[in-house]
């Protein structure tokens, strides 16, 4: 007999209060990300030394997650929707319906000690009531400043104001090497305060091609449902991601999750702290891989930049001269090396902005000017 192939999904890492978690496919709205870059300070870091033991050459953690730990938080929501459907959500481990509104459990991380709070959009959609948990069990309720579905990122705030709150340190995430170790910390399955270490398996990662600003750091650290919003850490302390997504044949850690860098963090909290919305770039173009073909049908040295596919008519690349054919490869004094990066880049670029575009067009390096609009 054929045994069926397993099915490999990506699961949201919300989990229910009761213990099941929710499989979704990861089908967020196509459009760019980043707004005007704003600036998020780096705290200075005074955790322990993070350098390996001289007896077993590994790293010892301890006084990392010691001072760590007050900084994240437990988010636990509930909404209008009911359930009461064997295999639905609201259904607990051991059988049992939970009737009435659903609740699920998600992490956040705290950036500021005016109490205000990074997690995941997905945790926070659609709630109706949203519950803080400190790591010392003190409960508060919060209200949501601001969610962006684009880059599955959302601000949250306590209420109550005054609590001695612990601000965690965010670092860079465009230093972080393949290899480092990281740590996760956050809520699986509604278990407080988990920590798990591993490695950065990879950076860059997009895992849903309609989505094209994903550029999602990679880890071995195990990440389940529940652990969405909370950070990743490098040795130094410091957030270097959120975590967000699994691939998963059963909706637990297989040794493959998926953070939001911070630096995507940093140009996007700003504004949901203070619009509580985004405000993005728009360029008005498709564009497509440049890959090994292309590259010698077009006479270009190397496979890289972005390949122009359609141009949108009464847009800033319309009026600038943008053609069809064209390879943009530097955009507003960056350099475009896969075509990937380009949606972010315009995004993050501010509205009104004159912005100089070079595009490689029948072997020849032009430079035109765009105004950037309003994604609408």
């Known amino acids: 007999m054929k045994l069926p192939r397993p099915v490999v999904v990506l699961t949201l890492l919300c989990g229910a209060v009761i213990g099941i978690a929710t499989t979704m496919s990861f089908d967020?709205?196509?459009?760019?990300?980043?707004?005007?870059?704003a600036d998020l300070r780096v705290l200075p870091v005074t955790a322990g030394d993070p350098s390996p033991p001289a007896s077993t050459g590994l790293p010892d953690f301890a006084a990392l997650v010691a001072k760590l730990r007050p900084s994240v938080v437990n988010i636990s929501i509930e909404t209008e929707e009911r359930s009461t459907l064997p295999g639905r959500r609201g259904m607990d481990p051991?059988?049992?319906?939970?009737?009435?509104?659903?609740?699920s459990l998600g992490s956040g991380l705290i950036f500021d000690e005016e109490g205000y709070i990074i997690t995941n959009h997905h945790v926070v959609e659609d709630a109706s009531k949203?519950?803080?948990?400190?790591?010392?069990?003190?409960?508060?309720?919060?209200?949501?400043v601001g969610t962006d579905a684009k880059t599955d990122l959302a601000v949250i705030r306590i209420k109550e104001a005054g609590h001695d709150l612990a601000a965690i340190p965010l670092g860079d995430s465009d230093k972080l090497k393949v290899g480092q170790w990281v740590l996760a910390i956050g809520n699986p399955f509604g278990l407080d305060n988990t920590v798990t270490a591993g490695i950065v398996s990879a950076k860059g990662r997009q895992i849903n091609r309609r989505n094209p600003y994903d550029n999602f750091i990679q880890t071995d650290a195990a990440i389940n449902p529940g652990n969405?919003?909370?950070?990743?850490?490098?040795?130094?302390?410091?957030v270097v991601g959120i975590n967000t997504a699994i691939f998963s044949s059963g909706g637990g850690n297989i040794g493959i999750g998926f953070a939001i860098p911070i630096n995507m963090a940093?140009?996007?909290?700003p504004q949901l702290k203070e619009e509580g919305h985004v405000t993005r770039g728009w360029l008005g173009?498709?564009?497509?891989?440049?890959?090994?073909?292309?590259?010698?049908?077009?006479?270009?040295?190397?496979a890289e930049g972005a390949l122009v596919a359609e141009v949108f008519p009464d847009s800033p690349a319309a009026a600038a001269g943008v053609a069809v054919g064209d390879v943009i490869v530097e955009f507003d004094g960056i350099h475009v090396?896969?075509?990937?990066?380009l949606?972010?880049?315009?995004?993050?670029?501010?509205?009104?902005?004159?912005?100089?575009?070079?595009?490689?067009?029948?072997?020849?390096v032009e430079s035109l000017a765009a105004v950037i609009a309003r994604l609408e």
């Open 28 to 37: 967020r709205e196509t459009a760019s990300v980043a707004g005007e870059k």
């Open 94 to 103: 051991f059988g049992y319906h939970f009737r009435g509104p659903r609740r």
């Open 130 to 144: 949203v519950v803080v948990k400190l790591w010392d069990e003190r409960e508060f309720e919060a209200e949501i």
């Open 228 to 238: 969405s919003g909370g950070p990743l850490v490098n040795l130094a302390g410091q």
């Open 266 to 269: 940093r140009q996007i909290v």
């Open 285 to 302: 173009v498709k564009i497509q891989p440049v890959d090994e073909d292309i590259a010698a049908s077009l006479d270009l040295p190397r």
């Open 337 to 341: 090396s896969k075509s990937s990066d």
């Open 343 to 364: 949606p972010a880049i315009v995004a993050a670029v501010p509205v009104g902005k004159k912005v100089e575009i070079k595009v490689v067009r029948q072997g020849e």
